[in-house]
């Protein structure tokens, strides 16, 4: 019997497969996509290449990733490779064209898929920083290119005099790169330092988030950090108090709004939603509304019933899905009216409900919730 260390000193894992297709950007530059899964790993890679300009884009993609904004469960990365196979084999039958965006470091792919209300599947592939070596090879590559090409500058050009040619070019293109990448560098750090302190300041003084949690639901709101998020408390039951008209007449018509929630068991639950509450009496729709448990870091998007994103009434506090799938009740820190139910709008997988008793509806008492608005400048 092979022990586990001999186990560990077998070959790594090849890939089982591998996806390509073309896609063009906009502005018509031609890429080829290989997709490919290695182990529990989905790799997207490509490169472009023009003249001294060399780009390699490379993203790695674990099975929890990919699910986060799918409500399919899949057991591993092959059963989910399988799906962009059959997806890319329809598309080519239907002759549907999968679609390139450049962004300023990253590109994004979207692939049409027609899987219920999934219209698109996207990841981001990022680009690979080059080293100092690879630059240097990518310019004395495409010199080699230019005297291979010219038949006649090899007749003129004496070995040596090419020789030193290139170097003096590769040195003056060398340090243009670098004073680049020393802007670009110096541009990056400025930014993650805003950037850094932008999410440490979401949420500011609240009494249910962690610190260290800020990041994970800026990236829920805004998945591919397109927008500027910034946040301002708008009710808090401890402050506030917890009758359904006032939280009502601290958050209507204020814009986006996120809800953090303490159950009296410890449980941290909420939700989001892009609509103003306003306290109509009726069922609203939100295409990018979602539910979560901060204790389990999941998120939870709608998978059907999507009229039905939130219920804005006006004896009612927060209240999402059809059902409800999430519902805080007016007294809530007096009472155990409020509570969850299980996959009415929003898909919980694997879970019964939001905290995850075992009952498809689970009542709670609340100790307290914040209301934050969301400011979005894009």
Known sequence: ?????????????????????????????????????IGEKLNLSTSYKSGLICQEYFSQY???????????SFKSIEDYFLLLEDTLENNKERKLESKLKKEKN???????????????????????????KEKQDNILEFLDKI????????????????????????QTENEKI???????????????????ERIKNLFKDSAIVKLDEKKMINDWIDPYNEKNITSELLFRTSVDGDNAATFH???????PTITFIKTTAGKRIGGFTMVSWSSLGNYREDKEAFIFALDTYQKF?????????IYDDSSYGPTFGNGHDLVIASGCKSNTNSYCNSNYSYGFYNSYNLINTGNQQTTFQVADYEVYLIKINK
């Open 1 to 37: 019997m092979e022990t586990a260390n001999n186990l560990d000193e077998a070959k790594p894992i090849q890939p089982i497969s591998t996806l390509e297709l073309e896609v063009k950007t906009e502005d018509s530059v031609k890429y080829l996509i290989k997709i490919s899964n």
């Open 106 to 132: 990253f590109l994004i792919l979207e692939i049409p898929a027609k899987l219920g209300r999934i219209k698109e599947i996207k990841f981001i592939i990022k680009e690979k920083e080059l080293t100092e």
């Open 178 to 196: 670098k004073e680049k990448l020393e802007q670009t560098q110096k541009k990056y750090e400025e930014e993650n330092v805003k950037q850094k």
């Open 147 to 170: 005297y291979l090409e010219n038949q006649e500058l090899k007749k003129k050009v004496s070995a040596f005099q090419e020789l030193e040619k290139k170097i003096n070019v590769l």
């Open 301 to 309: 998007v709608q998978w059907r019933n999507f009229n039905y994103a």
């Open 249 to 255: 007449n601290k958050c209507n018509n204020k814009g």
């Open 62 to 72: 674990d099975l929890k990733t990919l699910l986060e904004n799918i409500p399919f």
